[in-house]
């Protein structure tokens, strides 16, 4: 995560302002057959991949916002590669 001081002119209630960015991103992961949800290095959410496949699928508008990518595509990832990572730093 980054804190990013982005400083307001005409901001005379305030000090600096201060913007945080996350590195967020949703991958299908073809190790753990699972789709999984990264924020800053963190899983925040996962499902298995047999939900992908299921003959009536759940609908779209039911899986975390972070899940609802489309179908599996195994590898594929949505987002900033920089949420898988573990040792995410902060500016």
Not at 25 to 51: F, H, V
Not at 65 to 71: L, S, Y
Request: glycine letters at 8%.
């Amino acid at each position: 995560m980054q804190n990013i001081n982005v400083g307001l002119k005409n901001s005379k209630k305030r000090g600096p302002v201060l913007i945080r960015i996350m590195n967020c991103c949703t991958y299908d992961n073809p190790a753990t057959m699972a789709r999984e949800c990264w924020q800053d290095g963190k899983l925040i959410c996962k499902y298995d991949s047999t939900l992908f496949f299921l003959p009536n699928p759940i609908p779209a508008e039911h899986y975390f916002f972070g899940a609802n990518i489309g179908p599996w595509n195994e590898g594929q990832l949505v987002g900033n590669k920089k949420g898988l990572e573990q040792d995410a730093q902060t500016l």
